[in-house]
């Protein structure tokens, strides 16, 4: 009688397998022991996960493909930074290669900040392009929030090195001479702009890590910038920062407060 497979061995022979057709998966559901069928199970629902989250991909890449089969240059731009109280607001561009097939790329806020890290460079890899477009605390106190996002935005799509003929853009109007797509939640539903997402939510927050040591006692390496509690104390105690935005309503008290002490 031939002995049968540890379910270590199988569980190990088994990682590889990427489709539900695969043979091995036929022996293994012939394998009447209650952990090999516990394995079959597992293998079962992830293929099923991955196969929902390549869907997923493809559907985010449909706003592209009408461009694309025409042989244009497609740039998603999205932002982060608009609501707090200190740091820039960062805006990027990113233009994805027609080939691109990073299934996991979505809205930098559905993904856990490791997820983001480890796409990050895999983005910059497989690029086309991207670009960086940056309105400082002093812009935004100058102009306001809204409109020093549309300069970041400006600014990332002349930085690309590259002309695309066509924006997808999260809900923006960029002051460019490009035709635009505009789309509410368009990192949710287009993998350019979903990329650019992550890539500009990760510059970001390693340039909030960097303020922070250059300005401790906010807590900017974990609240980027927003009004938590922590960062709120820090102004009590501190004071305010050059990276702060002096018209947002708590730093405006802070500065009021002061000059009346």
Do not use: C
């Amino acid at each position: 009688m031939t002995k049968q497979p540890s379910l270590a061995s199988l569980k190990a022979k088994l990682a590889d397998v990427t489709t539900p057709d695969d043979p091995r998966l036929a022996s293994l559901a012939a394998d009447s022991r209650k952990g090999a069928q516990l394995l079959l199970k597992q293998i079962q629902r992830r293929l099923a996960k991955a196969e929902a989250a390549e869907q997923a991909f493809q559907h985010r890449l449909h706003y592209e493909r009408p461009f694309w089969a025409q042989g244009e240059l497609v740039a998603g731009i999205d932002e982060v930074g608009r609501g707090p109280l200190a740091g820039p607001v960062v805006t990027s561009a990113v233009i994805l290669p027609q080939d691109f097939d990073i299934p996991l790329v979505n809205d930098s806020k559905q993904l856990t900040p490791k997820e983001r890290e480890r796409l990050y460079p895999l983005i910059l890899a497989q690029a086309e392009a991207v670009s960086i477009g940056v309105g400082s605390p002093q812009l935004i106190d100058q102009i306001n929030i809204y409109q020093a996002t549309r300069v970041a935005m400006q600014r990332a799509v002349l930085g690309l090195g590259r002309v695309p003929q066509q924006l997808i853009v999260d809900a923006m109007q960029i002051p460019v001479a490009v035709p635009q797509t505009r789309l509410i939640k368009g990192d949710a539903k287009s993998a350019s702009v979903a990329a650019a997402s992550i890539v500009a939510k990760v510059y970001r927050d390693h340039l909030m890590a960097t303020y922070d040591a250059l300005y401790p006692g906010y807590g900017f390496a974990k609240n980027a910038g927003y009004g938590t509690a922590e960062h709120l104390a820090g102004l009590d105690e501190r004071g305010v920062t050059p990276i702060h935005r002096k018209t947002f309503s708590p730093v405006q008290k802070i500065i009021a407060n002061q000059s009346r002490s």
